[in-house]
T-cell receptor
Framework: GESVGLHLPTLSVQEGDNSIINCAYS??????FIWYKQESGKGPQFIID?????DKRQGQRVTVLLNKTVKHLSLQIAATQPGDSAVYFCAENPPPSGTYKYIFGTGTRLKVLA | ETGVTQTPRHLVMGMTNKKSLKCEQH?????MYWYKQSAKKPLELMFV???????ENNSVPSRFSPECPNSSHLFLHLHTLQPEDSALYLC??????????FGPGTRLTVT
């Protein structure tokens, strides 16, 4: 079946450095993507989203890049902080649009080193 | 706080027990979801309710029975579960803006 996958299961980053988390999605017709952050003992928390008609979107300290040619999504976190330690996963919304269905990746654990 | 609450937060049940998970959203959303999250696996969509109507049953075994009495409440009734059903069960709500808001989850252990 279709799936969304992540290249690295664990990423260790020094505090203050930038983090890049990658995601490969499967459906070239997916028109909406979300990055989630999940801290231990909590549910996933929305970080940032992007629609397929965009290549880049910036939030506060986070940037999402979308490369539709290779079906690749990345999340960049600037000046990584200890509070950024969590599991991050992406989700794609395949067609038909508006069905409220998402395909989620397995997640990448980000560890911030002091 | 995301506006989505789940109870209980932790549940241990035997394979012959019957229990229910509860989810409540205070966001005025029309859609509610049940997901299963197992270790090292992606989030698995179980059920979707839109305006109280079930619009998705993702081939979930009948030992899981959802109920949506209104747009703010969602239940998951459990009976004769198996140990492999042990997981984190997440509820989410959303609207046509696509964003989904998740609750904290219920950690279920089947013994």
């Amino acid at each position: 079946g279709e799936s969304v996958g992540l290249h690295l299961p664990t990423l260790s980053v020094q505090e203050g450095d930038n983090s890049i988390i990658n995601c490969a999605y499967s459906n070239s017709a997916s028109d909406y993507f979300i990055w989630y952050k999940q801290e231990s003992g909590k549910g996933p928390q929305f970080i940032i989203d992007i629609r397929s008609n965009m290549d880049k979107r910036q939030g506060q300290r986070v940037t999402v890049l979308l490369n539709k040619t290779v079906k690749h999504l990345s999340l960049q976190i600037a000046a990584t902080q200890p509070g950024d330690s969590a599991v991050y996963f992406c989700a794609e919304n395949p067609p038909p649009s508006g069905t409220y269905k998402y395909i989620f990746g397995t997640g990448t654990r980000l560890k911030v080193l002091a | 706080e995301t506006g989505v609450t789940q109870t209980p937060r932790h549940l241990v049940m035997g394979m012959t027990n019957k229990k229910s998970l509860k989810c409540e959203q205070h966001l005025g959303h029309n859609a509610m979801y049940w997901y299963k999250q197992s270790a090292k696996k992606p989030l698995e969509l179980m059920f979707v309710y839109n305006f109280k109507e079930q619009t998705e049953n993702n081939s979930v075994p009948s030992r899981f029975s959802p109920e949506c009495p209104n747009s703010s409440h969602l239940f998951l009734h459990l009976h004769t579960l198996q140990p492999e059903d042990s997981a984190l069960y997440l509820c989410a709500s959303g609207d046509k803006s696509y964003e989904q808001y998740f609750g904290p989850g219920t950690r279920l252990t089947v013994t």
